[in-house]
């Protein structure tokens, strides 16, 4: 009897023990098999690549296929003849951090805040209720990273890794700023950046990217430091330009472009990618030779004529932007946001508004942007608008000039035609005083749309010099600082 009971419990435990066995082996092989699924490439899935390419400070006169003749850019040119070319298009700030908050949320940076640009000693940053196109990709399982300039903010809850981006790289903030370092991730990687291989450094990093996330969808965002003063290239391209140093940066920047498009190609991800190249706002004037060209436009950067704004953009993505298109109406800076996000199938926030409107329709040549006005902001003061080819300009008591900002004498009221005027050397205010009356209305109606604005951030302080001016007095008024030291 107990023999036989001794049988049955053992043949009990050998089942239980193949039961075990069964559930770990569904188990492990499920689990094999799902890990399997993470890592493979996602043949079926259709939504692109997004590339944005960011330059600092470049002209609307500087690349080959917007007019330059002593600049060779066959690369960004190739973009142009292979997609589409923006004539009208318009960086939200003609300085540095509002466009590229406006870049990356689509939104105008006076509803956050930024009239001005962020310095290494800024404690404040793109407040961080702020939602990126980063971060919205990433929720759609996206690889994303930046490369380059940041300048959104260096506190690290500021930082890319905190705004959306699996992966940063590069100096937080312009490079003419004390302290320029790179970073990678949140921590300082050089403490000793030579400026001359920056373009070439970004590059490879960039490309590594695209090799690491080559079997995924990827928004890749490189934001050149250059041509922002001061300017450096590496000595493959010194020499190269019939346009000084100017021109040899450009052409190690189109260089860069090049280079993104070959790997794309290499790993057969183009005809699936958009490409997007910009720039944040104008050239910088009062750097002369080093300062780039706004071409025929009025002025540059840090004034809110056409020059300051108006910016050389083009699209690329072979599979759905029909080649060699010009639209020639305007589309700004904001409307990459919403763009993206449709394209990507992913949905942005309702809890918002946004100041940017959707032209995947302009891309694929299917139809033309929605008419919005524009309203020209310089700092947190509103200048000028714009509404179809019509821009009103108020009066401006001039700027005598300084070593960081161009001298621009003074104007009245300006009301131009910019289709037939892009320069604005035509004043018609006192010819169409119906007209300005209209123009004005309607600047001031859609600036009371946006409600009550936040003000302006904190983004440095003015040092107390007193103490210079003590000593200057007390040693007769000369120079006491240089004197002793």
């Excluded at 509404?387 to 009103?392: A, F, T």
């Amino acid at each position: 009897m107990h023999s036989v009971v001794n049988k049955k419990i053992e043949i009990m435990k050998i089942k239980n023990l193949l039961f075990v066995f069964t559930v770990l082996f569904v188990f492990v092989t499920c689990t094999s098999d799902r890990d399997a699924r993470k890592i493979q490439p996602r043949q079926d899935d259709k939504r692109p690549n997004i590339v944005i390419i960011y330059c600092d400070d470049l002209g609307y006169g500087d690349l080959g296929c917007f007019g330059a003749n002593d600049i060779k850019t066959p690369n960004i040119d190739r973009m142009a003849s292979e997609g589409i070319k923006f004539t009208e298009f318009y960086s939200a700030s003609p300085v540095c951090s509002p466009s590229r908050a406006a870049l990356l949320t689509g939104r105008i940076p006076q509803r956050m805040g930024i009239n001005n640009v962020f310095f290494p000693e800024s404690y404040t940053g793109m407040p961080l209720e702020e939602i990126t196109i980063a971060q919205v990709l990433k929720d759609e399982e996206y690889a994303t990273g930046i490369i380059g300039k940041w300048h959104l903010g260096h506190m690290e809850k500021f930082l890319p890794l905190q705004r959306g981006f699996d992966e940063y790289f590069g100096i937080p903030y312009s490079n003419d700023m004390e302290s320029v370092v790179y970073l990678r991730g949140n921590e300082v990687v050089d403490y000793h950046v030579d400026q001359r291989y920056i373009t070439k450094t970004y590059t490879g990093e960039a490309l590594t990217f695209i090799e690491n996330h080559k079997d995924e969808p990827f928004f890749l965002y490189i934001a050149h430091n250059m041509p922002h003063v001061p300017i450096y290239a590496s000595e493959d391209f010194l020499g190269t330009s019939e346009r000084g140093l100017y021109g040899d940066v450009i052409q190690e920047i189109d260089w860069n472009v090049g280079q993104v498009i070959k790997k794309l190609e290499e790993h057969n991800l183009l005809q699936n990618t958009l490409i997007i190249f910009s720039s944040d706002n104008g050239p910088w004037l009062v750097m002369e030779d080093h300062g780039g060209s706004a071409g025929y436009l009025r002025e540059g950067k840090q004034f809110t004529f056409e020059g300051g704004q108006r910016i050389p953009t083009l699209a690329m993505w072979p599979s759905r932007i029909p080649p060699g298109q010009t639209y020639d109406d305007m589309a700004v800076m904001m409307d990459w946001f919403p763009t993206i996000a449709n394209i990507a199938e992913a949905e942005i926030p309702d809890d918002r508004p946004y100041d940017g409107v959707d032209i995947s329709r302009v891309l694929f040549g299917e139809g033309r942007r929605e008419w919005t006005g524009f309203l020209y902001f310089d700092l947190a003061e509103l200048q000028c608008y714009r509404e179809g080819e019509w821009k009103v300009k108020l009066p401006y008591e001039g700027y005598s000039g300084s070593r960081l900002k161009k001298a621009v004498p003074p104007h009245p009221m300006l009301l131009v035609n910019l289709k037939s005027d892009p320069g604005e050397k035509n004043n018609l205010a006192e010819q169409m005083p119906e007209k300005l009356q209209d123009m004005l209305n309607k600047m001031d109606s859609v600036k009371n749309a946006l409600g009550k604005l936040p003000p302006s951030l904190v983004v440095g302080t003015n040092s107390d010099n007193s103490h210079l001016e003590y000593l200057n007095m007390k040693h007769g008024g000369r120079n006491y600082w240089h004197k002793k030291w």
